[in-house]
C-alpha cells in the first residue's frame, strides 16, 4: 500500500487537496481548515520540486499544520483583536466635554450630562461626578462604569 502511494500520489494532489480545505473555509466558521489547506499546498510546492516519499509528505504537512495553526492564534490573531470596533466606543468617549443638564449631590454626585453633538447614538447621558459641580457646568469624560460616565470637573 505504501509503495502505491509513493508512486501514485503527485504533487498536484496536495495542491488540490489544499484548495479544497481553503475553499471549504468559506462554509465553516472555525478559521482552521485554510491553514490546513495553506500546509497541503506548501507540501505540494515542495513535492514539486524536490519529490520525497508519500510518508514523509504526510509528516511534513503535519508538522507544518500544527505550526501556522500554532503561530496564527498564539501570534497574529491577538493583533486583529485590538482593530475591532469593539473597544472603540470608550476611545471615542474618553475626553468628551459635555454640559450638566440634571445634578443630585446627595446621591453620591449623580446627574445627567449633555453633549453639544450625539456620541454613540446619544447626547444625553448619565454620569458620576465627585467634584463639586452644579448645572450648566462643564464636566470632560474620564471613565465608564457600566452606562454611566464617570466625570470631573472642567
Same mark, same amino acid.
Given at each position: 500500500? %505504501?509503495? *502505491? ?10 495542491? /488540490?487537496? #489544499? ?6 473555509? $468559506?462554509?465553516?466558521?472555525?478559521? +482552521? ?9 506548501? /507540501?505540494?510546492? %515542495?513535492? *514539486? +520540486?524536490?519529490? +520525497? ?6 509528516? $511534513?504537512? $503535519?508538522?507544518?499544520? &500544527?505550526?501556522? /495553526?500554532?503561530? *496564527? ?8 483583536? @485590538? ?8 476611545? #471615542?468617549?474618553?475626553?468628551? !466635554? #459635555? !454640559? /450638566? ?9 449623580? #446627574? ?9 447614538? @446619544?447626547?444625553? *447621558?448619565?454620569?458620576?461626578? !465627585?467634584?463639586? &459641580? ?5 464636566? &470632560? ?5 457600566? @452606562? !454611566?460616565?464617570? +466625570?470631573?470637573?472642567?
Amino acid at each position: 500500500m %505504501l509503495e *502505491w502511494l509513493n508512486a501514485n500520489i503527485a504533487y498536484w494532489h496536495w495542491l /488540490v487537496f #489544499g484548495l479544497c480545505l481553503a475553499m471549504a473555509e $468559506i462554509m465553516l466558521l472555525s478559521f +482552521v481548515s485554510l491553514w490546513f489547506g495553506l500546509s497541503a499546498i506548501i /507540501v505540494g510546492l %515542495l513535492v *514539486w +520540486v524536490y519529490p +520525497v516519499s508519500f510518508t514523509l509528505q504526510l509528516l $511534513i504537512w $503535519i508538522v507544518l499544520s &500544527i505550526f501556522i /495553526v500554532f503561530a *496564527w492564534f498564539k501570534w497574529v490573531s491577538p493583533h486583529f483583536k @485590538n482593530k475591532t470596533f469593539s473597544g472603540m466606543a470608550r476611545e #471615542g468617549m474618553l475626553g468628551q !466635554t #459635555g !454640559t /450638566v443638564i440634571e445634578y443630585n449631590s446627595v446621591h453620591e454626585g449623580r #446627574g445627567k450630562l449633555r453633549f453639544p453633538a450625539p456620541i454613540l447614538g @446619544n447626547d444625553e *447621558w448619565q454620569f458620576i461626578c !465627585t467634584d463639586s &459641580i452644579e448645572v450648566g457646568s462643564r464636566v &470632560i469624560v474620564r471613565e465608564f462604569s457600566g @452606562n !454611566t460616565l464617570i +466625570v470631573s470637573a472642567k
